[in-house]
């Protein structure tokens, strides 16, 4: 009877320790804000920077873009682009690399606070084109709704790593009043408005939207016989999202990424998916490509890579479903 009492005792001591843990606000695991450089250099297209500082664990301060720097690309044959320009709104530096020769390794550098830091010097990988661009309607019991999938194959074998963006626009339409607004609402800078069959009251404000992944999309034929992306899934969009409610279209990015690049960020990667968990690891030191060549004792994050761009976009519109139901009742962004 003794030894069963002390095991209960011991099992639910054991269950109270388990709970969640919270940094204190006025603590953190590592105070020190260090420089965060991420980017990528896009042979034609703009080549996109973001530069930060890290936060420590457990402030809950948003991280801090930095908007003074100056950034560009230099190539190891002396080419040094235009100073990138930064876009506040998106919170990145932008450079015109559209005409970008690949015939030289590139570097990115960034001059900051009296302080210089440059990424290794690459050559930019050449991506092959995308062989389609395709999308599959599900409707079981495990999700409804569409599918984004992608195909390509890289005949010289430069590469085996892949990494896609894309950028979504969709049409959406908000019920408005029309009385008393003048029979016209400057929308994106454009004036639509839709009579109602069953009341010339009721008038439609056609809107667009745009968006820009935010997850990482990367993928690896090194295992494979052949270097062939086969329908591969991207993404899902629910039939219930008001993106697919009338006309959608996509334009998928693709990049060619070394071992290295993939293996960062493929840890990435892993680290996001394993955030949210109870007993998720501390994050671990991710080793990137960016230095500071003014002051090696000074450490810095992140990753450049230089990749050519490939493109495919995609319509689809609501005649093309089954299935949808996607409503919307709100009203669009009206500038005046």
Same mark, same amino acid.
């Not at 599959?136 to 790593?161: P, V």
């Not at 991207?234 to 990015?253: A, G, H, M, Q, T």
């Not at 996001?272 to 810095?300: D, Q, R, Y």
């Given at each position: 009877?003794?030894? +069963?009492?002390?095991?209960?005792l ?5 269950a ?8 204190p606000?006025?603590?953190s695991?590592?105070?020190i804000s260090?420089?965060?450089?991420q980017?990528?250099?896009q042979?034609?297209d703009?080549t ?9 664990? /457990?402030?809950?301060?948003?991280? &801090? ?16 682009s ?14 015109n ?6 015939n030289?390794?590139?570097s990115?550098?960034v +001059?900051l606070?009296?302080e210089? =830091?440059?990424?290794?010097?690459m ?7 995308i ?11 495990? @999700?409804?709704?569409? +599918? ?8 010289n ?9 894309y ?12 009385i008393?607004?003048?029979? /016209?609402? *400057?929308?994106?800078d454009?004036? @639509? ?5 069953a009341n010339?009251?009721?008038?439609? *404000? =056609?809107?667009?939207k745009?968006n820009? #992944? ?6 690896? +034929? #090194? *295992? ?5 992306v086969?329908?591969v899934?991207? @993404?899902?969009?629910?039939n219930?999202?008001i993106r697919?409610?009338?006309? !959608?279209?996509?334009?998928?990015? &693709?990049?060619?990424?070394?071992e290295?690049? !993939? ?19 501390m ?16 450490n810095?994050?992140? =990753?450049?890579?230089?990749? #050519?761009?490939?493109y ?9 479903f ?5 409503? !919307? ?8």
């Amino acid at each position: 009877m003794k030894k +069963t009492t002390f095991l209960l005792l011991t099992l639910l001591a054991f269950a109270s320790c388990v709970e969640e843990y919270h940094t204190p606000r006025n603590r953190s695991i590592n105070s020190i804000s260090e420089l965060v450089i991420q980017g990528r250099i896009q042979a034609g297209d703009q080549t996109k920077v973001y530069i930060s500082h890290t936060q420590p664990l /457990g402030s809950e301060d948003d991280s &801090q873009s930095i908007s003074h720097a100056k950034v560009l690309v230099v190539g190891e044959n002396g080419y040094e682009s235009n100073l990138a320009e930064y876009d506040a709104e998106k919170n990145y530096y932008i450079i015109n690399t559209v005409n970008l020769p690949i015939n030289t390794p590139y570097s990115l550098k960034v +001059t900051l606070d009296g302080e210089t =830091y440059q990424s290794e010097y690459m050559y930019v990988l050449e991506s092959p084109a995308i062989d389609s661009l395709t999308y599959q309607e599900l409707d079981n019991e495990a @999700f409804k709704g569409i +599918t984004l999938h992608i195909s390509t194959h890289n005949d010289n074998d430069a590469s085996r790593y892949y990494l896609w963006t894309y950028e979504e626009d969709w049409e959406f339409h908000a019920p408005i009043d029309i009385i008393g607004i003048g029979g /016209g609402v *400057l929308v994106y800078d454009k004036t @639509f408005y839709k009579f109602s069959e069953a009341n010339i009251y009721n008038h439609y *404000l =056609y809107c667009w939207k745009h968006n820009t #992944s935010a997850n990482i999309h990367i993928y690896d +034929t #090194s *295992l494979l016989d052949e270097n062939i992306v086969n329908d591969v899934e991207l @993404f899902r969009i629910p039939n219930d999202d008001i993106r697919i409610s009338y006309i !959608y279209s996509v334009l998928v990015k &693709q990049l060619c990424l070394d071992e290295k690049a !993939y293996s960062y960020y493929r840890t990435l990667e892993k680290q996001a998916e394993e955030s949210s968990g109870l007993f998720t690891p501390m994050p671990i030191e991710i080793k990137g490509n960016v230095f500071c060549t003014s002051n090696p004792n000074i450490n810095v994050k992140g =990753y450049v890579l230089a990749s #050519s761009v490939s493109y495919k976009r995609l319509f689809i519109y609501e005649s093309d479903f089954k299935d949808i139901h996607s409503e !919307y009742e709100g009203d669009c962004i009206i500038l005046t």
